[in-house]
């Protein structure tokens, strides 16, 4: 059986097919301009494979760029809510998709979708509670609590803790809404103000990593205490500073001070890790989220 | 069918027996000392009813003061670890009890079960996500997500989040382990040793409860950020200051700043609550723990 994936960021649609088995068969990538431009070509990618081949697709993922609506009851499910893109403001990617190609439709957030891709087919297999984070031009996460991902009010904002200025930085907080955020502090936009220059450029400036690492490890802290996650997952243009990896478990270790105190933390590098489906965590999620769609949909028609 | 119940906690335990409806028909209170000398006060409580009533108890369920460990493959399954109360210390509770009253023993932590008294009697009835956070001589924690109590790793610390002191803050965080985390700038030991006297005689500070008020609106806002719980109750002494409540509602609001943006959030006084249970939450959540625990056997019986 196949299944539609669709990877729905702020600057790339990524669509793909895939099997059971995460497998990606076919995948295209078309640029997020306005919901009149790009949905008919996401559309269009889904029904020629329909009209074209032997296996068609049953079902379709979507791992969306938020904040979105996940509460079924809601008469907004489905829709990009508040979003600063605004042709996108308000609008019901589910619905217009469920319509136009009349199939079930899975939805979650981008990083959720990312989690669950790791926690299928990654590193992150077999495991209850897990996170996955992404730095780069922001900062979010994906949770994984008692075996499902979390949503509960709305879904969690990892990047949006406050995690207070540190002394040592000659830089400011840049989020819009916070003076001490995560996101605010070590998202690429808040290094690139700091320094002068865009992270990539900055590679071989020791105190910039020793900054970021720091930071980083107080919210991994923070996350520990309050999700407890089983293996915490760091991706995002950020994290291609490879170098990060070993101080962000030497930060992690410093202001945990030895508080928590559970077999997984003595093996930090299997515990704090990079992704490890080559990039394709988040189309693979969403390949994951079809799959758990359909099978929803056969519960509930019960 | 009766359950019976046990809130250990550092100072005193108290024991009680259940029905099936969180119903309590009995109930004592026995000093925490030594496990030599408490233990045994314990189980005779509980062998004496079975002894005298018609109705036995069928199982005890156990909401224990930690950090304790939770994990059912672990070979430490069941035991107090690493606690200050050096008596307690690798201490095997649940396989004392199991082994003297021969019965199911279900076992969390001591605020996991106050929040299970309120998600199955109380105010947080019907939500898959919450949080009772108690706020006394430490603060403490207890998660439901995905309508299951969290334990993940090990299980949440909530007391334990990095917050950043405030520059309005004439005094200090008091945790031996952090320099800047939750319990140690907000509760009681550090309100004391700022203001010099207890919080109970501060009663008409303003000053006291506006910087108490600012401490909790900033953890309350991590909560959200992470754990997305769709209500947050409150308990512990300090929380008996119940002008703290619309204090802390409104500095909320003020660290959220807006980026939370959820129907639940414009009805704060039902989102950010006091306990619902006139403290039996407590009590009746360690009934609720014999109760899963029974059918817990009965199914892996199977």
Redesign the interface.
Known sequence: MLFGALEAGGTKMVVAIGDGNGKILDRKSIPTTTPEETMPLIEEYFREWNQNKDHEIKALGVACFG?IDLDRNSDTYGYI??TPKTAWKNYNIVGELKDKLGIPVGFDTDVNGSLLGEATWGCARGL??AIYLTIGTGIGGG?M????L????????????????LSSDPGECVCP??K?CFEGLAAGPSIEKRWGKKGVELKDEAKVWELEAEYIG?AL??????????KIILGGGVMHQEQLFPMIRQAFEK?N??????D?LKYLDEYIVPASLNDDQGIMGAIKLAIDELDYQSHIGL
């Open positions: 904040p809510t508040s209850t509670d949770v609590s008692n075996g499902k979390l949503h509960g009010m709305l879904h969690p904002e990892l990047g949006h803790i406050r995690i207070g200025k809404y916070h001490d107080i802290t923070d996350f520990v205490m309050t999700l407890s996650p089983q202001y001070a030895g508080y928590i105190n559970a997984r």
